[in-house]
């Protein structure tokens, strides 16, 4: 296909299911259905178990839970099928289901003009869902601390395990599987202030979640945009160390685990004005920040954004990623350092 050829990816994503895209490789028969879901072996790295592979119908995505360690979209399953980039999948799924695609010079000519500064990026992710959460006020400038902890919080769940966190590291955190109460059946992940007090707990879904149930719930009424998850930790490192700044909860306490202590997750791709005063407080025109957001539609958009305000006060690098889909969590100790050692 020529390059002149404008593929418009999110019409793709819209108009493929990932049922089609198995039907096409032969591996829809290969997987069992319950419900909402498609599980069977990994068809990318050629795996034998039976459920380390899962499709969710209504959300139209995938996930690997064992050497892949990954998941995505149609376009993201395709383009590691064949090892190729996503704009080179896109292009192939429209030519194995017929879908339109028009002249790059077209497409460009029929676009309305970016704005300039780029427009902030609201604060919620579509990948946390507040429940029930309550009207704001003006007066209402902090999430109050909990006057409650979670007990008995089993940290030996094979979820966690899956995710790679070592016993030294669910200690630090205080998370774990939660057997009753509103985070009942999820991970429960503690969330502090910037002084270390518990402000709320994040409940994960322990694997790919069954139809509508949200991957990640949030208590009624907490607002995860005025908070900085780790903010506590990080501040207690040296000064003369970059901030490195995440999207999620994961890919903080790996990095920390991997000795990257300096860490903070913004709980989703976007930076709030709260979040964005809080990096403000705790940096100096001498420090430095690095963007590692996952390497998606979704981080690239929000680093953007990220970097152009937060260089108004601070040196800020942005870490791009080889592969798409990659993020900060499947890093080794040593990938790391090597990131961060170009500083």
């Known amino acids: 296909m020529p390059k002149s050829q404008y593929v418009d990816f999110k019409s793709v994503k819209t108009s493929v299911t990932m049922e089609q895209v198995l039907q096409h490789y032969g591996l829809l028969e290969q997987m069992k259905r319950s419900g909402d879901s498609l599980s069977g072996c990994c068809p990318l790295h050629g795996g034998t178990n039976s459920t380390q592979f899962r499709v969710s119908i209504s959300k139209n995505c995938w996930n690997c839970f064992s050497e892949s360690k990954c998941g995505g979209n149609v376009l993201d399953f395709v383009a590691k099928k064949e090892r190729i980039t996503v704009h080179a999948a896109a292009t192939k799924l429209c030519e194995w289901f017929q879908l339109p695609m028009e002249d790059n010079r077209t497409a460009v000519a029929s676009r309305p003009p970016r704005p300039w500064p780029p427009p902030k990026l609201p604060p919620s992710s579509p990948a946390i869902t507040v ?30 395990t899956e995710r790679g966190l070592t016993p030294e590291t ?20 503690p969330i502090n202030d910037p002084e270390g007090k518990i402000v709320a707990y994040a409940g994960r879904w322990p694997g790919e ?24 930790r990080a501040t207690k490192e040296p ?20 000795g990257c202590r300096k860490v903070v997750a913004l709980m989703g791709s976007s930076l709030s004005a709260a979040q964005e005063g809080l990096i403000r407080k705790h940096t100096a025109q001498s420090s430095r920040v690095v963007l590692m957001l996952d390497e998606d539609e979704a981080g690239r958009l929000g680093r953007e954004d990220i970097a152009v305000r937060l260089a108004k006060f601070v040196f800020v690098r942005i870490h791009a990623f080889d592969q798409e889909s990659a993020q900060p969590e499947n890093l080794t100790a040593e990938q790391i350092s090597a990131a961060l050692e170009v500083l």
């Not at 000064?239 to 991997?258: C, N, R, T, W």
């Open 170 to 189: 669910l200690m630090d955190f205080g998370l774990g599987h939660c057997a009753k109460g509103m985070m009942a059946g999820r991970i429960a992940i």
């Open 239 to 258: 000064s003369d160390m970059p901030l490195v700044i995440v999207e999620g909860f994961f890919g903080a306490m790996k990095l920390y685990q991997h």
């Open 131 to 160: 429940l029930k959460e309550k009207p704001k006020t003006e007066d209402e400038t902090a999430n109050p601390p909990l006057k409650f902890r979670l007990e008995h919080l089993d940290v030996t769940h094979p979820y966690l």
């Open 209 to 232: 979640p069954p139809g509508d149930v949200p991957k990640y719930k949030l208590p009624p009424g907490f607002r995860k945009s005025l908070e900085l998850f780790n903010l506590d």
